[in-house]
Nanobody, 121 residues
């Protein structure tokens, strides 16, 4: 059984910062990509950022220059530092990890429970 547990969401004023964390635990053989999606009310889910196992990153245009994704492979944890937050960043943020749970198994995308980020103007 694999679990992804998120932390770090909350309420912040515009211009402020938050740091999201997402730790994977359980039966894990190998992790490939890790990342974050977000969904605001009435809007489509959006890929915010991803990081590969080798450290390559990709960001949505809307967060480039403000968000930084990183990971600690020893801890199976992905982080996203969010700076210069805007009200438009308000959403539920969900982390994911592409994992093979055991040798010989298949890739599967696991999800965190989601954490609310609210940016007030």
């Amino acid at each position: 059984q694999v679990q992804l547990v998120e932390s770090g969401g909350g309420l912040v004023q515009a211009g402020g910062s938050l740091r999201l964390s997402c730790a994977a635990s359980g039966s894990i053989f190998i992790i490939s990509d890790m990342g974050w999606y977000r969904q605001a009310p009435g809007k489509q889910r959006e890929l915010v950022a991803l990081i590969t196992s080798s450290g390559s990153t990709n960001y949505a245009d809307s967060v480039k220059g403000r968000f930084t994704i990183s990971r600690d492979n020893a801890k199976n944890t992905v982080y996203t530092q969010m700076n210069s937050l805007k009200p438009a960043d308000t959403a539920v943020y969900s982390c994911y990890a592409d994992i093979i749970a055991y040798r010989g198994g298949s890739w599967y995308r696991y999800w965190g429970q989601g954490t609310q980020v609210t940016v007030s103007s």
